[in-house]
């Protein structure tokens, strides 16, 4: 089974903390990433519409217009707010898909009835509210328009799955890198593989901050961004 | 031409069972005459004596007169004439205002016995264009290709892309009718262009696979034409031989690959029709101001759209694989469960990516006009042609159906397809029966590649596997074979998306995902509300959708354009206003729900006829008692349900 369905029973900090800072392109790097899954710092027991609007602080209209295929544990969800993640939870993202089955899987589509015995339905049981673990997925186009947001707060991967990513990076994937850090302290890019090879952890958190937007403004100073610990 | 139609230039509405309210306009005082009355009743049956019946049989006679080229007739080749094929050209006559795949059902349903063998001389081979092609209108440019089904027995619209539709339309045909069946085994090319039509034998065009022919035509004609072919699978008469129409770049790239009309048209002789529309202007609508205006909203609708104007233009319609998977119900090992581990792998986002790196294109239109260009090319990883972006059909049947994660792998499956002349939804799904049988491993990609290319040649197991999944199934004794009515199961597991399995079960097509696959934003509303989170909405929805979807198919309209009518208002509006600046009717939504039934029932007449039944009308009992991970669901939809979906 992929390490990234494992429920995790506890949350756990422990983990080596990368961060990079680097040109926006170095983010498609992460869309395998983000299509297999990773792991997300959250508040669990909370809904959907709370992770979106609160904890990830995103435009509500983004939210409305954007992100039009939401599942949860892999129901369809059509409501967000009654749609509550557990710890270990599977959410995953898409925008508006193409025919029938892409209007059949919609959040709150007309067609939803097709779907019926895959619908998420209201949790029966109320979850407690504590810091915990998820795993994200993102398709589509919001690979781009909220890769960006979780990178920022940190994706937490395992450590065979970080050392691919760097592993695999060509000439430019590292020339588009500004700084990086490692727990804190600077690091060249030729010392990164080691040290996530050689670190006692099994699983790395990346944050990535891109210095300059796609459309060559300033990112840094988004000031809805929420920073969790 | 009848004087009717010529003598004022105004359109009319023959009503055959007027219980409506008139909703048409521009009815005017011309009577139709006798002949066009009796004509039509041939067709759509007396309707005058039926008490059940409650639907006004209105056929549009359109006006065809137009500033430019008119799209009045019809050519008809008899390839079994004597002496030799006779070429006819004659009025449409009683199919006027019939397009696409109205125009393929109405000419299978009037004129082919519906008991007769698919392969013999009965059989007809019907290629249209819709309504709209050959002009302007963007998203115009699809195809009909209508026979009776050597796969499923029953009848057969099967629709394609590609530049073909537009040429033949400029060239002012309504559609090519391939009839009878030549004597002795001669293999013919058609040539058609503004003069004329010429027929030859052409035995050095024998075996070619489809890419080798289109460069022998290229070599003759120049490359200002436009080709419809079959490669060695149609010659072989095969079961899940496709008809492959070229693209932009005369590529062979586009099939009309359900149902098996590759056979037919191998069964006539036909290897290739050239098409050269050179010297022809575009059709010319009848309110070229109002056209234009309305062509504009419809293409401003399209791309602000997030569907049809970011994600299919970013990732093709192979962007559904990993929401599907995410569903559970992305067909996996021959439809045992309903997730594939490597799905990432062969995702619409990672074939992207690749296609980029590479050198290929990402987005890419299959016909001139399209504004959604969900098409790509693929290239191999020395950054050659390999094939073009293969469909989420094509990657999901020899993807996760047979077990194979590898992009490239798929990519050459699919060359191969359009290569030899083969549908990728029946192949893949055959190689899957075959791995369930123990003939190969699942995952066994360059396993996979060597039963195509037997298939391509006819070896005795190429020509099981080339009959398609049902036989298959019965020659190697599997339970587990995903077909209905013999056609192979289309990407999505009924299991979990129930509301695709009333359609694959009840569309007269066979197992068919784009059946049901189009709306419009009122589709709802007629007939009754229905509320979605009924369980009984799924029978009412497939309905409706089913008839949306054979009017979309009769304009030659792309069925990509679905999501963005249903969404904005504006946006379908303009498409009524682009079909009636056109014809100078007033189209409504009551008016082409009507048309789409017409159409609908048509084909389920003509089924019942070549003897299918509602037992037909249901999925394999399997679907019924295994439960596919991880909902571990069935199909639970009753049979009386299904048996209403066409109850009107």
């Keep these: 089974m992929d390490k990234m369905s494992e429920k995790i029973t506890k ?80 959410v995953a993202f898409s925008s508006a898909l193409p025919g029938l089955a892409g209007a059949t899987l919609r959040r709150g589509g007309a067609y939803a009835c097709l779907r019926d015995s895959i619908t998420h339905r209201k949790n029966a049981r109320n979850e407690s509210q504590r810091e915990g673990f998820i795993t994200v997925k993102l398709f589509n186009l919001l690979m781009e328009e909220l890769g960006r947001v979780f990178l920022e707060k940190g994706i937490v991967l395992n450590r065979s799955a970080a050392v691919d990513l760097f592993k695999t990076g060509d000439g430019g994937f590292w020339r588009h890198m500004d700084v990086i850090e490692v727990d804190g302290m600077p690091l060249s890019s030729e010392k990164l593989l080691k040290e996530i090879q050689s670190a006692d952890y099994s699983r790395i958190m990346v944050r990535a901050v891109a210095n300059s937007c796609p459309d060559g403004t300033n990112c840094h100073n988004d000031s809805s961004a929420i920073i969790l610990d | 031409m009848d004087p009717a139609l010529t003598s004022n230039g105004k359109p009319f509405i023959i009503k055959l069972n007027p219980k409506k309210s008139n909703s048409h306009k521009n009815l005017i005082s011309i009577k139709p005459s006798p002949d066009q009355v009796q004509f039509k009743r041939s067709i759509l049956g007396n309707r005058q004596s039926s008490k059940v019946d409650r639907a006004v049989y209105a056929v549009f006679i359109i006006n065809n007169h137009h500033g430019g080229i008119a799209m009045d007739k019809l050519l008809r080749i008899d390839m079994g004439g004597e002496g030799g094929p006779k070429v006819a050209v004659e009025p449409v006559d009683g199919y006027a205002g019939f397009g696409g795949r109205a125009l393929t059902s109405a000419v299978i349903s009037k004129e082919v016995p519906p008991a007769c063998h698919p392969l013999s001389k009965f059989n007809k081979l019907v290629i249209a264009p819709g309504l709209l092609s050959g002009s302007v209108a963007a998203m115009s440019g699809r195809i009909s290709v209508g026979c009776k089904s050597p796969l499923t027995g029953g009848i057969k619209e099967s629709n394609s892309g590609g530049q073909p539709s537009q040429v033949l339309a400029r060239l002012g045909y309504a559609a090519i009718i391939l009839e009878g069946k030549p004597d002795g085994k001669d293999l ?141 119900a992305y067909p996996t090992y021959n439809f045992k469960q309903g997730t594939f581990t490597g799905v990432s792998k062969i995702s619409g986002e990672t074939e992207a990516a690749l296609e980029t790196e590479r050198g290929g294109m990402a987005t890419h239109g299959c016909h001139r006009g399209c504004v959604i260009r969900c098409s790509g090319v693929y290239n191999d990883k020395d950054g050659h042609y390999l094939s073009k972006q293969p469909e989420y059909e094509t990657v999901w049947a020899h993807g996760a159906d047979c077990g194979i994660d590898n992009m490239d792998k798929i990519a050459m499956l699919d060359f191969l397809d359009d290569n030899y002349g083969l549908d990728t939804i029946e192949m893949g799904v055959a190689i899957g029966v075959a791995m369930e049988a123990g003939l190969l491993k699942f995952g066994d990609a360059d396993g996979a590649i060597d039963l195509i290319h037997q298939v391509g040649k006819g070896t005795p197991l190429g020509r099981i596997i080339g009959s398609g999944a049902a036989v298959t199934g019965k020659v190697f004794g599997v339970e587990r074979v995903p077909v209905v009515k013999g056609q192979a199961m289309p990407a999505y597991d009924p299991r979990g998306v129930k509301g695709l399995g009333v359609t694959y079960a009840t569309s007269p097509m066979g197992a068919d995902h784009t059946a049901g696959y189009a709306t419009t934003a009122n589709i709802l509303k007629v007939g009754g509300y229905v509320d979605p989170l009924k369980p009984l909405g799924q029978v009412e929805l497939s309905r409706n959708l089913q008839v949306a979807t054979a009017a979309i198919d009769s304009t030659g309209m792309c069925l990509f354009i679905a999501f963005a ?30 048309y789409g039934k017409m159409v609908l029932k048509m084909e389920r007449d003509f089924n019942i006829k070549a003897g299918f039944t509602k037992e037909h009308d249901r999925l394999p009992g399997f679907f019924k008692t295994e439960q596919v991970p991880p909902h571990n669901v069935v199909f639970d939809v009753k049979d009386e349900e299904l048996d209403q979906v066409f109850n009107w």
Excluded: W
Aim: glycine share 10%; hydrophobic share 40%.
């Design chain 2, 188 to 328: 013919y090319s058609i040539f058609i262009d503004k003069t004329g039509v010429k027929v030859a034998a052409d035995n050095s065009l024998r075996m070619l696979g489809n890419y080798d022919l289109i460069e022998k035509m290229k070599e003759k004609y120049g490359d200002k034409i436009a080709c419809i072919s079959i490669g060695p699978a149609g010659e072989m008469l095969l079961g899940a031989a496709s008809v492959a129409f070229t693209d932009m770049e005369l590529r062979p790239a586009r099939h009309a690959g359900r149902g098996g009309p590759g056979a037919v048209m191998g069964s006539k002789g036909v290897k290739v029709i050239v098409l050269d529309d050179s010297g022809l202007p575009m059709r010319e609508p009848r309110d070229p101001a109002k056209y234009k205006e309305a062509n504009k909203t419809f293409v401003e609708g399209l791309r602000k759209h997030g569907v049809t104007g970011q994600a299919l233009p970013a990732y093709g319609t192979n962007v559904l694989a990993n929401i599907l998977n995410e569903a559970g």
């Design chain 2, 565 to 594: 009518i249903l969404d904005q208002p504006e946006t379908f509006q303009a498409l009524l206003d682009l079909l009636n600046a056109f014809t100078g009717l007033s189209f409504t939504a009551d008016d082409v729900t009507e």
């Design chain 1, 11 to 90: 949350a756990d900090h422990s983990y080596l903390r990368i961060k990079i800072s680097s040109q926006p392109a170095v983010f498609t790097r992460f869309y395998a990433i983000f299509q297999s899954g990773f792991q997300f710092h959250c508040q669990v027991g909370k809904s959907v519409e709370d992770l979106l609007l609160r904890q990830l602080a995103l435009n509500p209209k983004l939210i409305e217009e954007k992100v039009n295929t939401i599942f949860l544990d892999g129901k369809c969800v059509d409501d967000i707010s009654s749609a509550v993640m557990s710890e270990g939870s599977v």
